[in-house]
C-alpha cells in the first residue's frame, strides 16, 4: 500500500493556460473523491467517483473544470483558462465503500496561477 | 447548507492537555471525522464517530454528542510533534465530507 499519490506537486501556470493534474487512489479503494484547500480553510469537496462513474459534481466546479476517472482506476482533474482565483491546493482522496471508511488524502498539487 | 465552526488557534505547553471544540448544523449526519494536517501536507485520518459517546485512540480521544451538535478531540501528553492544524469533517451523506476551517494548534516547550 503506497498510498494516495499525486502529479505534479507544484504547479506554475499563467492566466489563461489549461493545467491537468493527477491522482493515483490506493488500488483496493472504489471511491475517490477531489477537494480544493486554499491557505486557511478546510478542504472544500469538488467532485466524487465511484469505479469511473462521477456521481457528485459540486457547485464550485465551474464548466472550466472537468474531472474523468477511465477504467475506474487514475483520476484526472482538468482546469481550462485558469484564473486567479483557482490558485489553491488540490487534494485528491480516496476509500472504500461502506460507512465506518475514512478517506485517504494524497499529498495534493498546489496550483499557483500567475 | 453546512455550518461548522472550530476555533482557529490554541496554544498549550508540551506535556499538556489541549480540547478542540466543534459545533456543527448540518443537513444531515452520518459520521464525524478529525484530521491531522501538518503545514504543506495531506490531511491524515485521527478519529470517527458515528454513535455518542468518547473513542479513545492512545494519546487522542474523541467525542460525540449528535443532539448537541457537538464534538471535541482531546489530545493529551502534547508533544512538539502535534503543532498542526486540526480539521473537524462531517459526513452527511453517503461520502461527502464538509470540514471545519481547522485549527491551528501550536506546543511550546
Known amino acids: 500500500d503506497t498510498g494516495v499519490s499525486q502529479d505534479p506537486r507544484h504547479k506554475i501556470t499563467k492566466r489563461g493556460q489549461n493545467v491537468t493534474f493527477r491522482c493515483d487512489p490506493i488500488s483496493e479503494h472504489n471511491r475517490l473523491y477531489w477537494y480544493r484547500q486554499t491557505l486557511g480553510q478546510g478542504p472544500e469537496f469538488l467532485t466524487y467517483?465511484?469505479?469511473?462513474?462521477?456521481?457528485?459534481k459540486s457547485r464550485l466546479l465551474s464548466d472550466r473544470f472537468s474531472a474523468e476517472r477511465p477504467k475506474g482506476s487514475f483520476s484526472t482533474l482538468e482546469i481550462q483558462r485558469t484564473e486567479q482565483g483557482d490558485s489553491a491546493m488540490y487534494l485528491c482522496a480516496s476509500s472504500f465503500m461502506g460507512q465506518g471508511y475514512e478517506q485517504y488524502f494524497g499529498p495534493g498539487t498546489r496550483l499557483t496561477v500567475t | 447548507g453546512q455550518n461548522i465552526d472550530q476555533p482557529t488557534e490554541m496554544t498549550a505547553t508540551e506535556g499538556a492537555i489541549v480540547q478542540i471544540n466543534c459545533t456543527y448544523q448540518t443537513s444531515g449526519f452520518n459520521g464525524l471525522f478529525w484530521y491531522q494536517q501538518h503545514a504543506g501536507e495531506a490531511p491524515t485520518f485521527l478519529s470517527y464517530n458515528v454513535l455518542d459517546g468518547l473513542e479513545e485512540k492512545g494519546r487522542f480521544s474523541s467525542f460525540l454528542s449528535r443532539s448537541k451538535g457537538y464534538s471535541y478531540l482531546l489530545l493529551k501528553e502534547l508533544q512538539m510533534k502535534d503543532s498542526a492544524s486540526y480539521l473537524c469533517a462531517v459526513r452527511d451523506g453517503d461520502y461527502k465530507l464538509s470540514f471545519g476551517a481547522g485549527t491551528t494548534v501550536t506546543v511550546r516547550a
Open positions: 467517483f465511484q469505479n469511473e462513474a462521477q456521481l457528485e
